[in-house]
């Protein structure tokens, strides 16, 4: 069965302190793997699609790469408008998604 | 342009009742999804469709009905509702789910069943 796993569960950093999201998976047959935001009471707005081991996309402060078995989300010298939570999904056979990793960066 | 639109933002049910929660988009997606978010777990799907005429089971379908009888609109219907079904509910919408396209999210409907 295909599974999705993001690690750390949440993550303060002091504004400026890089750091970086990690989403491990297994799924047969990968067609696409996401990332998207999530601010509190709002819904995941779509960030990146990575679709090959080797890929890399970036957006101001992130930026996302993808192996065979996991992705990372590096978040370089964040803002607190950084603070939210960040959800892997792995597109095979259905889409799944992860639990999230709740950021949190404090001025 | 509106994207996906859910209503209401906030319900509360009896055990027993039913209700139907609503989603509309105007993006002319042909897939749209049904999911629920509950705290510690990722999205799960409950039900989604690739066209209109066209619906089918995600992981959770238990409880939960929907139909697709335009391409713009998607409700699902609670039959009898439970205090299992207190969750979060997510409307999604895609260029089409035969792709890896990314998903354009409503902003949820947080439904408590006493």
């Known amino acids: 069965e295909d599974q999705v796993t993001q690690s750390p569960e949440a993550l303060r950093l002091q504004e400026g302190e890089s750091s970086s999201l990690n989403c491990s998976y297994t799924v047969s047959g990968l067609r696409g793997l996401f990332w998207y935001r999530q601010d509190p009471g709002k819904g995941p707005e779509f960030l990146f699609t990575?679709?090959?081991a080797g890929e890399e996309k970036e957006k101001e402060r992130l930026k996302a790469t993808l192996t065979k078995k996991e992705s990372f989300l590096h978040i370089t010298a964040p803002k607190p408008e950084d603070s939210a939570t960040y959800l892997c999904a792995v597109q095979g056979n259905d889409m799944r998604f992860g639990a999230g990793t709740r950021l949190t960066v404090k001025p | 342009n509106a994207g996906v639109t859910q209503t209401p933002k906030f319900q509360v049910l009896k055990t027993g009742q039913s209700m139907t929660l609503q989603c509309a988009q105007d993006m002319n997606h042909e897939y749209m999804s049904w999911y629920r978010q509950d705290p510690g777990m990722g999205l799960r799907l409950i039900h989604y469709?690739?066209?209109?005429?066209?619906?089918d089971q995600g992981e959770v379908p238990n409880g939960y009905n929907v139909s697709r009888s335009t391409t713009e609109d998607f409700p699902l219907r609670l039959l009898s509702a439970a205090p299992s079904q207190t969750s979060v509910y997510f409307c999604?919408?895609?260029?089409?789910?035969?792709?890896?396209?990314?998903?354009?999210f409503g902003n949820g409907t947080r439904l408590t069943v006493t």
């Open positions: 469709s690739v066209g209109a005429g066209i619906t």
């Open positions: 999604a919408s895609s260029y089409s789910g035969r792709r890896s396209s990314p998903l354009h």
């Open positions: 990575l679709y090959s």
